[in-house]
């Protein structure tokens, strides 16, 4: 079956908000996950899969977190480590090291020396672009500098080749996916319902205020293939010439 992402942004210590996850709330998701039997792979494993390995029965997640929220560090790297468990860090490099309004509250981000942590620690640091703008509103020449300052801030900070980059919002078209494979990446994230290919992978969003039940549905795939199936049902109604 195909690997199942899923999308965090941040944990934290009070209540649930939309992008918020409560430390309670995640600990929960990942003792579920444990107990499903599933593997949890890195983002190259995932992206990388051959057919083979898609056409396996075993259940294959692959975790990531958007921003480069600090709570990365201090509250969600623990968790996972005592899990066993790897994730992906989609770091938006203008935020590295400050403390900024971000979603509607004041938002302290990843250091430097706290990435570089990270990425000894074998959690991969990879691009949400430089500032964080919807990229399907910016000229050509911004665009790049969106994708390429990003990818070189970061190969120079960590030391390592940068290969993945995920779309702020989630929003794309082809001029992004174009800047993407011109700037050096290989595989581009978004969200929701995505035709499937290397800059178009489609990731599952895990919300503040998810049940245990959805949790475990999108954790599984079977909310992303239900909603896959819409989309291709309500595309049909409306495409399609009544006979």
Same mark, same amino acid.
């Given at each position: 079956?195909?690997?199942?992402?899923?999308?965090?942004h941040r944990l934290s210590r009070e209540q649930a908000q939309?992008? %918020?996850?409560?430390?309670?709330?995640?600990?929960?998701?990942?003792?579920? &996950?444990? @107990?499903? /039997?599933? !593997?949890?792979? +890195?983002?190259?494993?995932?992206?990388?899969?051959?057919?083979?390995?898609?056409?396996?029965?075993?259940?294959?997640?692959?975790?990531?977190?958007?921003?480069?929220?600090?709570?990365?560090?201090?509250?969600?790297?623990?968790?996972?480590?005592?899990?066993?468990?790897?994730?992906?860090?989609?770091?938006?490099?203008?935020?590295?090291?400050?403390?900024?309004?971000?979603?509607? %509250?004041?938002?302290?981000?990843?250091?430097?020396?706290?990435?570089?942590? &990270?990425? @000894?620690? /074998?959690? !991969?640091?990879? +691009?949400?672009?430089?500032?964080?703008?919807?990229?399907?509103?910016?000229?050509?020449?911004?665009?790049?500098?969106?994708?390429?300052?990003?990818?070189?801030?970061?190969?120079?900070?960590?030391?390592?080749?940068?290969?993945?980059?995920?779309?702020?919002?989630?929003?794309?078209?082809?001029?992004?996916?174009?800047?993407?494979?011109?700037?050096?990446?290989?595989?581009?994230?978004?969200?929701?319902?995505?035709?499937?290919?290397?800059?178009?992978?489609?990731?599952? @969003?895990?919300?503040?205020?998810?049940?245990?039940?959805?949790?475990?549905?999108?954790?599984?795939?079977?909310?992303?293939?239900?909603?896959?199936?819409?989309?291709?049902?309500?595309?049909?109604?409306?495409?399609?010439?009544?006979?």
């Open positions: 079956m195909p690997t199942v992402i899923l999308m965090y939309p992008y %918020a996850v409560p430390v309670p709330a995640f600990t929960r998701h990942m003792r579920m &996950l444990a @107990a499903s /039997g599933a !593997a949890v792979v +890195s983002l190259d494993a995932a992206s990388g899969m051959t057919k083979a390995a898609r056409r396996s029965r075993h259940l294959q997640v692959c975790l990531t977190f958007d921003d480069g929220c600090e709570d990365f560090y201090t509250l969600a790297a623990p968790i996972l480590s005592d899990h066993g468990f790897t994730a992906a860090v989609f770091m938006t490099t203008a935020f590295i090291g400050k403390t900024a309004p971000f979603d509607g %509250a004041d938002t302290t981000f990843l250091s430097r020396s706290m990435l570089q942590e &990270l990425h @000894a620690a /074998g959690f !991969a640091i990879q +691009s949400h672009t430089a500032t964080h703008q919807d990229l399907t509103t910016l000229s050509p020449d911004a665009l790049m500098q969106e994708m390429s300052g990003s990818r070189s801030m970061l190969e120079d900070i960590l030391g390592a080749p940068v290969h993945h980059v995920a779309y702020p919002y989630g929003r794309y078209n082809e001029n992004v996916v174009q800047a993407a494979a011109g700037a050096g990446y290989r595989y581009g994230y978004c969200a929701g319902h995505c035709p499937s290919g290397p800059y178009t992978t489609a990731r599952m @969003a895990v919300r503040g205020g998810d049940s245990p039940l959805a949790f475990s549905l999108k954790m599984k795939g079977i909310a992303g293939s239900l909603r896959s199936l819409k989309c291709t049902l309500r595309d049909r109604v409306f495409r399609e010439p009544a006979s």
